[in-house]
Protein backbone atom coordinates (compact mmCIF):
# COMPACT_ATOMS: atom_id res chain seq x y z
CA UNK A 1 0.00 0.00 0.00
CA UNK A 2 2.99 2.40 0.49
CA UNK A 3 6.67 2.32 0.13
CA UNK A 4 8.88 1.27 2.60
CA UNK A 5 10.71 5.15 2.25
CA UNK A 6 7.29 6.13 3.49
CA UNK A 7 7.02 4.87 6.67
CA UNK A 8 10.90 5.47 7.43
CA UNK A 9 9.85 9.54 6.38
CA UNK A 10 6.70 9.38 9.07
CA UNK A 11 9.38 8.10 11.61
CA UNK A 12 11.48 11.04 11.04
CA UNK A 13 8.63 12.99 10.99
CA UNK A 14 7.02 11.77 14.29
CA UNK A 15 10.97 12.53 15.93
CA UNK A 16 10.80 15.81 15.14
CA UNK A 17 7.50 16.67 15.79
CA UNK A 18 6.73 19.08 19.17
CA UNK A 19 4.35 19.11 21.80
CA UNK A 20 1.56 21.57 21.61
CA UNK A 21 -0.83 22.40 23.69
CA UNK A 22 -4.59 20.56 24.01
CA UNK A 23 -6.16 24.02 21.93
CA UNK A 24 -4.03 23.78 19.08
CA UNK A 25 -4.02 19.81 19.55
CA UNK A 26 -8.37 20.13 19.61
CA UNK A 27 -8.02 22.74 16.27
CA UNK A 28 -5.81 20.92 13.87
CA UNK A 29 -7.09 17.89 14.64
CA UNK A 30 -11.00 18.35 13.95
CA UNK A 31 -10.64 18.25 9.66
CA UNK A 32 -9.58 14.63 10.10
CA UNK A 33 -12.57 13.36 11.95
CA UNK A 34 -14.28 12.83 8.30
CA UNK A 35 -11.56 11.07 7.11
CA UNK A 36 -10.87 8.79 9.92
CA UNK A 37 -14.77 7.78 9.85
CA UNK A 38 -14.36 7.17 6.37
CA UNK A 39 -11.18 4.70 7.04
CA UNK A 40 -13.33 2.83 9.25
CA UNK A 41 -16.75 2.68 7.52
CA UNK A 42 -14.43 0.67 4.77
CA UNK A 43 -12.38 -1.62 7.05
CA UNK A 44 -15.84 -2.39 9.41
CA UNK A 45 -18.77 -1.04 7.43
CA UNK A 46 -21.64 0.60 8.96
CA UNK A 47 -21.22 1.60 12.75
CA UNK A 48 -25.18 0.04 13.58
CA UNK A 49 -23.40 -3.18 11.90
CA UNK A 50 -20.40 -3.39 14.51
CA UNK A 51 -20.26 -5.59 17.76
CA UNK A 52 -17.94 -3.04 18.87
CA UNK A 53 -17.53 1.05 19.42
CA UNK A 54 -14.76 3.29 18.43
CA UNK A 55 -13.99 6.56 20.68
CA UNK A 56 -12.81 9.48 18.80
CA UNK A 57 -10.06 12.27 20.68
CA UNK A 58 -12.88 14.58 20.64
CA UNK A 59 -14.93 12.05 22.99
CA UNK A 60 -17.31 11.26 20.14
CA UNK A 61 -18.31 7.45 19.97
CA UNK A 62 -19.29 5.13 17.07
CA UNK A 63 -21.43 1.53 16.91
CA UNK A 64 -23.12 -0.16 18.08
CA UNK A 65 -26.94 0.20 17.31
CA UNK A 66 -28.70 1.11 20.10
CA UNK A 67 -29.63 -1.08 23.39
CA UNK A 68 -26.28 -3.26 21.89
CA UNK A 69 -23.55 -3.04 24.39
CA UNK A 70 -20.16 -3.28 22.57
CA UNK A 71 -18.25 -6.30 23.00
CA UNK A 72 -15.10 -3.86 23.29
CA UNK A 73 -14.52 0.00 22.65
CA UNK A 74 -11.24 0.96 20.30
CA UNK A 75 -10.26 4.46 21.39
CA UNK A 76 -8.17 6.63 18.73
CA UNK A 77 -6.40 8.96 20.88
CA UNK A 78 -5.02 10.58 17.69
CA UNK A 79 -6.03 11.68 14.36
CA UNK A 80 -2.38 9.87 12.40
CA UNK A 81 -3.02 7.04 14.97
CA UNK A 82 -4.63 4.45 11.21
CA UNK A 83 -2.67 6.15 9.24
CA UNK A 84 0.47 4.89 11.35
CA UNK A 85 -1.25 1.39 11.84
CA UNK A 86 -2.13 0.95 8.28
CA UNK A 87 0.71 2.59 5.86
CA UNK A 88 1.61 -0.31 4.99
CA UNK A 89 -0.95 -2.30 6.87
CA UNK A 90 1.37 -5.12 9.19
CA UNK A 91 1.02 -6.86 12.57
CA UNK A 92 3.76 -4.72 13.86
CA UNK A 93 2.84 -1.60 12.88
CA UNK A 94 -0.89 -2.08 14.56
CA UNK A 95 0.57 -3.72 17.72
CA UNK A 96 3.46 -0.46 18.27
CA UNK A 97 0.71 1.60 17.48
CA UNK A 98 -1.21 0.11 20.96
CA UNK A 99 2.23 0.27 22.84
CA UNK A 100 2.70 3.64 22.05
CA UNK A 101 -1.01 4.71 23.32
CA UNK A 102 -1.82 5.43 19.36
CA UNK A 103 -4.81 3.60 20.47
CA UNK A 104 -6.29 1.55 23.60
CA UNK A 105 -8.82 -1.17 23.70
CA UNK A 106 -11.15 -1.23 26.71
CA UNK A 107 -13.16 -4.41 27.15
CA UNK A 108 -12.40 -7.60 25.73
CA UNK A 109 -9.16 -7.70 24.27
CA UNK A 110 -9.11 -11.08 23.19
CA UNK A 111 -12.44 -10.17 21.04
CA UNK A 112 -10.47 -7.21 19.81
CA UNK A 113 -7.84 -8.87 18.18
CA UNK A 114 -10.18 -10.55 15.90
CA UNK A 115 -10.22 -7.10 14.25
CA UNK A 116 -7.37 -7.69 12.23
CA UNK A 117 -8.76 -10.25 10.12
CA UNK A 118 -11.61 -7.93 9.44
CA UNK A 119 -8.51 -5.45 8.11
CA UNK A 120 -6.52 -8.08 6.51
CA UNK A 121 -9.93 -8.65 4.42
CA UNK A 122 -10.86 -5.21 3.73
CA UNK A 123 -7.04 -4.33 2.27
CA UNK A 124 -6.63 -7.07 0.15
CA UNK A 125 -9.92 -5.89 -1.97
CA UNK A 126 -8.47 -3.93 -4.74
CA UNK A 127 -11.90 -2.25 -4.82
CA UNK A 128 -11.44 -0.56 -1.26
CA UNK A 129 -7.46 -0.35 -0.90
CA UNK A 130 -7.49 2.90 -3.53
CA UNK A 131 -10.09 5.30 -1.75
CA UNK A 132 -8.37 3.75 2.08
CA UNK A 133 -4.61 4.92 0.59
CA UNK A 134 -6.53 8.39 -0.21
CA UNK A 135 -8.05 8.78 3.04
CA UNK A 136 -4.70 7.41 5.11
CA UNK A 137 -2.89 9.76 3.41
CA UNK A 138 -4.83 12.63 4.40
CA UNK A 139 -4.32 11.82 7.88
CA UNK A 140 -1.34 13.87 9.76
CA UNK A 141 1.76 11.98 10.90
CA UNK A 142 3.43 14.81 13.97
CA UNK A 143 0.47 14.71 16.04
CA UNK A 144 3.10 12.30 18.76
CA UNK A 145 3.89 13.89 21.48
CA UNK A 146 6.88 13.75 22.78
CA UNK A 147 7.76 11.40 24.80
CA UNK A 148 10.78 11.81 27.79
CA UNK A 149 12.55 9.00 29.05
CA UNK A 150 10.69 7.40 32.23
CA UNK A 151 12.78 6.64 34.90
CA UNK A 152 11.67 3.65 36.37
CA UNK A 153 12.28 0.53 38.61
CA UNK A 154 12.83 -1.98 36.09
CA UNK A 155 15.52 -2.63 32.97
CA UNK A 156 13.20 -4.16 30.85
CA UNK A 157 11.41 -0.93 30.85
CA UNK A 158 14.15 0.32 28.20
CA UNK A 159 13.97 -2.54 26.28
CA UNK A 160 10.14 -2.69 25.62
CA UNK A 161 9.72 -0.61 22.44
CA UNK A 162 12.80 -1.42 20.70
CA UNK A 163 14.24 -4.39 19.25
CA UNK A 164 15.98 -7.14 21.39
CA UNK A 165 19.74 -7.37 20.12
CA UNK A 166 20.63 -11.14 19.75
CA UNK A 167 24.22 -11.75 19.08
CA UNK A 168 25.40 -14.40 17.69
CA UNK A 169 24.40 -17.77 16.09
CA UNK A 170 20.83 -18.47 16.06
CA UNK A 171 19.99 -21.18 18.96
CA UNK A 172 23.53 -21.31 20.21
CA UNK A 173 23.53 -21.57 24.19
CA UNK A 174 24.92 -17.81 24.61
CA UNK A 175 22.05 -16.60 22.12
CA UNK A 176 19.20 -18.67 23.94
CA UNK A 177 20.39 -17.76 27.33
CA UNK A 178 19.67 -14.02 26.24
CA UNK A 179 16.61 -14.47 24.44
CA UNK A 180 14.94 -16.70 27.05
CA UNK A 181 16.33 -14.38 29.91
CA UNK A 182 14.54 -11.42 27.93
CA UNK A 183 11.22 -12.78 28.40
CA UNK A 184 11.60 -14.66 31.67
CA UNK A 185 13.71 -11.98 34.13
CA UNK A 186 10.43 -9.26 33.69
CA UNK A 187 10.10 -9.93 37.13
CA UNK A 188 8.98 -12.94 39.37
CA UNK A 189 6.77 -10.36 41.20
CA UNK A 190 5.27 -9.71 37.55
CA UNK A 191 4.37 -12.83 37.38
CA UNK A 192 2.93 -13.37 40.39
CA UNK A 193 0.17 -10.63 40.40
CA UNK A 194 -1.90 -13.21 37.50
CA UNK A 195 -0.10 -16.57 37.80
CA UNK A 196 -1.34 -18.81 39.96
CA UNK A 197 -0.59 -19.44 43.14
CA UNK A 198 1.85 -22.39 42.41
CA UNK A 199 3.48 -20.12 39.36
CA UNK A 200 2.31 -22.11 36.40
CA UNK A 201 3.51 -20.87 33.37
CA UNK A 202 1.72 -22.85 30.90
CA UNK A 203 -1.30 -24.86 29.86
CA UNK A 204 -3.43 -25.66 32.67
CA UNK A 205 -5.64 -28.85 32.56
CA UNK A 206 -9.50 -28.32 32.28
CA UNK A 207 -11.71 -31.13 33.28
CA UNK A 208 -15.21 -29.77 33.10
CA UNK A 209 -14.29 -26.18 32.37
CA UNK A 210 -14.78 -24.05 35.55
CA UNK A 211 -12.29 -24.60 37.58
CA UNK A 212 -10.14 -21.96 39.08
CA UNK A 213 -7.07 -21.69 37.85
CA UNK A 214 -5.08 -22.98 40.58
CA UNK A 215 -7.56 -25.79 40.55
CA UNK A 216 -6.62 -26.70 36.66
CA UNK A 217 -3.17 -25.94 37.09
CA UNK A 218 -2.51 -28.62 39.98
CA UNK A 219 -4.91 -30.85 37.35
CA UNK A 220 -2.14 -30.46 34.60
CA UNK A 221 0.73 -31.12 37.02
CA UNK A 222 -1.05 -34.12 38.03
CA UNK A 223 -2.03 -35.10 34.24
CA UNK A 224 1.91 -35.09 33.41
CA UNK A 225 2.70 -37.18 36.23
CA UNK A 226 0.36 -39.88 35.31
CA UNK A 227 1.48 -39.95 31.82
CA UNK A 228 5.02 -40.32 33.02
CA UNK A 229 3.54 -42.88 35.61
CA UNK A 230 6.35 -41.85 37.82
CA UNK A 231 7.35 -43.60 40.84
CA UNK A 232 8.80 -43.08 44.07
CA UNK A 233 12.70 -42.78 43.82
CA UNK A 234 13.23 -42.23 39.84
CA UNK A 235 15.12 -39.63 39.09
CA UNK A 236 13.24 -37.02 37.20
CA UNK A 237 14.64 -34.72 34.98
CA UNK A 238 12.25 -31.10 34.30
CA UNK A 239 13.71 -29.41 31.07
CA UNK A 240 12.66 -25.30 31.53
CA UNK A 241 11.13 -26.29 34.78
CA UNK A 242 10.05 -22.11 35.24
CA UNK A 243 9.31 -21.44 39.18
CA UNK A 244 9.69 -25.06 39.80
CA UNK A 245 6.04 -25.85 40.33
CA UNK A 246 6.25 -29.80 38.08
CA UNK A 247 9.58 -30.50 40.59
CA UNK A 248 7.71 -29.40 43.56
CA UNK A 249 4.39 -31.14 42.68
CA UNK A 250 6.19 -34.69 41.29
CA UNK A 251 8.24 -34.75 44.74
CA UNK A 252 5.64 -34.43 47.04
CA UNK A 253 3.01 -36.35 45.57
CA UNK A 254 5.02 -39.00 43.67
CA UNK A 255 7.82 -39.18 45.79
CA UNK A 256 10.77 -38.57 42.75
CA UNK A 257 14.12 -37.15 42.91
CA UNK A 258 13.45 -34.02 40.51
CA UNK A 259 15.45 -32.03 39.13
CA UNK A 260 14.80 -28.92 37.42
CA UNK A 261 16.95 -26.64 34.84
CA UNK A 262 16.31 -23.39 33.84
CA UNK A 263 17.84 -20.66 32.12
CA UNK A 264 16.81 -17.99 34.11
CA UNK A 265 18.86 -16.97 37.24
CA UNK A 266 15.98 -15.19 38.76
CA UNK A 267 13.39 -18.12 38.14
CA UNK A 268 15.84 -20.90 39.72
CA UNK A 269 16.55 -18.22 42.68
CA UNK A 270 12.89 -18.58 43.49
CA UNK A 271 12.71 -22.23 42.68
CA UNK A 272 15.17 -22.90 45.34
CA UNK A 273 13.17 -20.98 48.05
CA UNK A 274 10.35 -22.26 47.64
CA UNK A 275 11.66 -25.55 47.45
CA UNK A 276 13.01 -24.76 51.03
CA UNK A 277 10.11 -23.80 52.06
CA UNK A 278 8.21 -27.09 51.57
CA UNK A 279 11.17 -29.13 53.13
CA UNK A 280 11.65 -30.58 49.79
CA UNK A 281 15.84 -29.78 49.55
CA UNK A 282 16.53 -33.55 49.93
CA UNK A 283 14.78 -34.55 46.84
CA UNK A 284 14.51 -31.05 44.97
CA UNK A 285 17.01 -29.15 42.94
CA UNK A 286 17.10 -26.49 40.28
CA UNK A 287 20.40 -25.70 37.83
CA UNK A 288 20.78 -22.61 35.92
CA UNK A 289 21.69 -24.47 32.67
CA UNK A 290 21.62 -25.39 29.13
CA UNK A 291 19.44 -28.77 28.06
CA UNK A 292 23.00 -29.20 25.94
CA UNK A 293 25.33 -29.23 29.18
CA UNK A 294 25.49 -32.19 31.34
CA UNK A 295 28.11 -34.33 32.19
CA UNK A 296 28.81 -37.37 30.47
CA UNK A 297 26.84 -40.58 31.74
CA UNK A 298 24.01 -38.43 33.54
CA UNK A 299 20.79 -40.49 33.14
CA UNK A 300 17.09 -40.04 34.38
CA UNK A 301 14.06 -42.09 34.40
CA UNK A 302 11.61 -39.73 33.51
CA UNK A 303 12.12 -36.30 31.68
CA UNK A 304 9.85 -34.05 30.77
CA UNK A 305 9.44 -30.76 28.82
CA UNK A 306 6.56 -28.12 29.70
CA UNK A 307 6.44 -24.79 27.36
CA UNK A 308 10.18 -25.04 26.92
CA UNK A 309 10.31 -26.47 22.94
CA UNK A 310 9.19 -23.14 21.60
CA UNK A 311 12.80 -22.21 22.10
CA UNK A 312 14.54 -25.13 20.46
CA UNK A 313 14.23 -23.84 17.11
CA UNK A 314 13.30 -26.21 13.98
CA UNK A 315 17.36 -26.35 13.10
CA UNK A 316 18.33 -28.02 16.64
CA UNK A 317 15.20 -30.46 16.83
CA UNK A 318 17.66 -33.14 16.21
CA UNK A 319 20.16 -31.93 19.07
CA UNK A 320 17.00 -31.56 20.93
CA UNK A 321 15.70 -35.12 21.05
CA UNK A 322 19.26 -36.62 20.71
CA UNK A 323 20.20 -35.16 23.98
CA UNK A 324 16.70 -36.47 25.70
CA UNK A 325 17.41 -39.94 24.29
CA UNK A 326 21.07 -40.03 25.73
CA UNK A 327 19.58 -38.66 28.77
CA UNK A 328 16.69 -41.01 29.32
CA UNK A 329 17.55 -44.19 31.20
CA UNK A 330 16.20 -47.26 29.00
CA UNK A 331 12.58 -48.00 29.66
CA UNK A 332 11.78 -44.47 30.54
CA UNK A 333 9.81 -41.71 29.26
CA UNK A 334 10.01 -38.59 28.08
CA UNK A 335 7.02 -36.60 27.40
CA UNK A 336 7.20 -32.63 25.78
CA UNK A 337 4.59 -30.67 26.23
CA UNK A 338 4.83 -27.75 23.59
CA UNK A 339 3.08 -25.27 21.20
CA UNK A 340 2.82 -26.19 17.49
CA UNK A 341 2.10 -24.94 14.02
CA UNK A 342 -1.23 -26.46 12.69
CA UNK A 343 -1.52 -27.81 9.38
CA UNK A 344 -5.19 -26.49 8.61
CA UNK A 345 -4.06 -23.17 9.48
CA UNK A 346 -1.97 -22.68 6.62
CA UNK A 347 -2.81 -19.97 3.79
CA UNK A 348 -4.38 -22.13 0.81
CA UNK A 349 -4.57 -19.48 -1.83
CA UNK A 350 -1.57 -17.35 -3.96
CA UNK A 351 -3.71 -13.78 -2.21
CA UNK A 352 -3.57 -15.46 1.19
CA UNK A 353 0.15 -15.98 0.57
CA UNK A 354 0.35 -12.29 0.19
CA UNK A 355 -1.66 -10.94 2.32
CA UNK A 356 0.61 -13.13 5.26
CA UNK A 357 3.55 -11.78 3.71
CA UNK A 358 2.61 -8.36 4.38
CA UNK A 359 0.74 -8.48 7.58
CA UNK A 360 4.13 -10.67 9.02
CA UNK A 361 1.64 -12.24 11.84
CA UNK A 362 3.56 -13.52 14.49
CA UNK A 363 6.08 -10.73 14.09
CA UNK A 364 5.11 -8.78 16.96
CA UNK A 365 5.19 -11.99 19.71
CA UNK A 366 8.85 -12.68 18.18
CA UNK A 367 10.49 -9.24 18.34
CA UNK A 368 8.37 -8.18 22.14
CA UNK A 369 8.11 -11.56 23.88
CA UNK A 370 9.63 -14.42 22.28
CA UNK A 371 12.84 -13.32 20.30
CA UNK A 372 13.79 -16.67 18.12
CA UNK A 373 11.36 -18.42 19.49
CA UNK A 374 10.00 -20.75 16.39
CA UNK A 375 6.75 -23.03 15.63
CA UNK A 376 7.32 -26.46 14.14
CA UNK A 377 4.30 -28.70 12.95
CA UNK A 378 3.50 -32.01 14.90
CA UNK A 379 4.42 -34.70 11.82
CA UNK A 380 8.03 -33.08 11.49
CA UNK A 381 8.75 -33.28 15.56
CA UNK A 382 7.60 -36.77 15.56
CA UNK A 383 9.55 -37.70 12.70
CA UNK A 384 12.66 -36.01 14.54
CA UNK A 385 11.70 -37.62 17.41
CA UNK A 386 11.60 -40.87 15.88
CA UNK A 387 14.57 -40.36 14.27
CA UNK A 388 16.22 -40.39 17.58
CA UNK A 389 14.93 -43.74 18.58
CA UNK A 390 12.28 -43.06 20.11
CA UNK A 391 8.88 -44.60 20.06
CA UNK A 392 6.06 -42.70 19.80
CA UNK A 393 3.37 -43.66 22.54
CA UNK A 394 0.68 -41.07 23.38
CA UNK A 395 -0.17 -37.66 21.58
CA UNK A 396 -3.04 -35.25 23.40
CA UNK A 397 -4.29 -31.80 22.03
CA UNK A 398 -4.84 -29.17 24.98
CA UNK A 399 -5.68 -26.36 22.49
CA UNK A 400 -9.26 -25.44 23.89
CA UNK A 401 -7.43 -25.53 27.31
CA UNK A 402 -4.76 -23.35 26.20
CA UNK A 403 -7.16 -20.63 25.30
CA UNK A 404 -8.97 -20.59 28.92
CA UNK A 405 -5.67 -20.49 30.53
CA UNK A 406 -4.90 -17.28 28.69
CA UNK A 407 -8.12 -15.84 29.30
CA UNK A 408 -7.69 -16.11 33.21
CA UNK A 409 -4.07 -14.86 33.00
CA UNK A 410 -5.40 -12.14 30.99
CA UNK A 411 -8.20 -11.42 33.25
CA UNK A 412 -5.67 -11.63 36.48
CA UNK A 413 -3.59 -9.08 34.84
CA UNK A 414 -6.18 -6.56 33.92
CA UNK A 415 -7.52 -7.18 37.29
CA UNK A 416 -3.66 -5.89 38.66
CA UNK A 417 -3.16 -3.42 36.03
CA UNK A 418 -1.78 -0.56 38.54
CA UNK A 419 0.34 -2.84 40.11
CA UNK A 420 1.55 -4.16 37.03
CA UNK A 421 2.67 -1.01 35.50
CA UNK A 422 4.01 0.32 38.68
CA UNK A 423 6.36 -2.43 38.52
CA UNK A 424 7.34 -2.98 34.52
CA UNK A 425 5.57 0.08 33.21
CA UNK A 426 2.81 0.82 30.49
CA UNK A 427 4.76 -0.46 27.99
CA UNK A 428 5.59 -3.67 28.95
CA UNK A 429 1.85 -4.41 30.81
CA UNK A 430 0.34 -3.55 27.51
CA UNK A 431 2.72 -5.71 25.55
CA UNK A 432 1.84 -8.84 27.75
CA UNK A 433 -1.98 -7.81 27.55
CA UNK A 434 -1.88 -8.36 23.75
CA UNK A 435 0.38 -11.09 23.20
CA UNK A 436 -1.70 -13.23 26.11
CA UNK A 437 -5.38 -11.99 24.30
CA UNK A 438 -4.21 -12.65 20.98
CA UNK A 439 -2.46 -16.35 21.81
CA UNK A 440 -5.98 -16.51 23.15
CA UNK A 441 -7.69 -16.26 20.16
CA UNK A 442 -5.01 -18.18 18.04
CA UNK A 443 -5.70 -21.26 20.48
CA UNK A 444 -9.64 -20.91 19.97
CA UNK A 445 -9.38 -20.51 16.19
CA UNK A 446 -7.45 -23.81 15.63
CA UNK A 447 -4.45 -21.21 14.21
CA UNK A 448 -2.13 -22.77 16.54
CA UNK A 449 -2.07 -25.75 19.15
CA UNK A 450 -0.79 -27.32 22.58
CA UNK A 451 0.25 -30.63 22.02
CA UNK A 452 1.22 -33.19 24.55
CA UNK A 453 3.39 -36.37 22.65
CA UNK A 454 4.70 -38.86 25.22
CA UNK A 455 8.19 -40.96 23.95
CA UNK A 456 9.17 -43.86 25.26
CA UNK A 457 12.72 -45.12 25.32
CA UNK A 458 12.19 -49.21 24.97
CA UNK A 459 14.28 -51.52 27.24
CA UNK A 460 17.05 -54.23 25.12
CA UNK A 461 13.85 -56.35 25.02
CA UNK A 462 12.16 -53.68 23.26
CA UNK A 463 9.44 -53.32 26.09
CA UNK A 464 8.05 -49.46 26.80
CA UNK A 465 7.19 -50.35 30.82
CA UNK A 466 3.23 -48.99 29.99
CA UNK A 467 0.18 -50.38 30.29
CA UNK A 468 -1.90 -51.99 28.06
CA UNK A 469 -4.51 -48.93 28.38
CA UNK A 470 -4.75 -45.58 29.43
CA UNK A 471 -7.25 -46.33 32.21
CA UNK A 472 -5.16 -45.16 34.65
CA UNK A 473 -4.78 -41.92 33.84
CA UNK A 474 -8.08 -41.31 34.42
CA UNK A 475 -8.70 -43.70 37.95
CA UNK A 476 -9.79 -41.80 40.25
CA UNK A 477 -10.46 -38.28 38.46
CA UNK A 478 -13.49 -36.08 37.56
CA UNK A 479 -15.70 -37.06 34.73
CA UNK A 480 -15.13 -35.02 31.40
Not at 174 to 179: C, H, I, P, S
Not at 195 to 210: I, K, N, P, T
Not at 425 to 436: A, C, I, K, L, P
Request: with cysteine; net charge positive.
Amino acid sequence: MAATSTRTRERTEVQTAITATPRQVAAKSKPHLGAVRNILLELFGPPAQRSFAVRLWDGSVEGPRRGHPPDFTVVLNRPGALRRMLLPPSEIAVAEAYLRDDFDIEGDMEAATGLADAVTKSVSSPRVVPRLVRALLSLPTDDLPVVRPRIGPTAHQGKVGSRLWLAGTRHSRRRDAVAVRSHYDVGNDFYALWLDSGMVYSCAYFERGAETLDTAQEAKLEHICRKLRLKPGERLLDIGCGWGGLVLYAAEHYGVHATGITLSEPQARLARERIKAAGLADRCKIEVRDYRDFPPNTTFDKIVSVGMFEHVGQAKLPVYFEQAYHLLKPGGLFLNHGIFMLSTAAARTAQERVMEAMWRPGSFIWKYVFPDGELVRLGEVIQVAEAARFETRDVESLREHYAQTLRHWVWRLEANREEAVSMVGEQTYRVWRMYMASCAKAFATGKIGIIQVLLSKPDEGGVAHLPLTRADLYQGRLPG
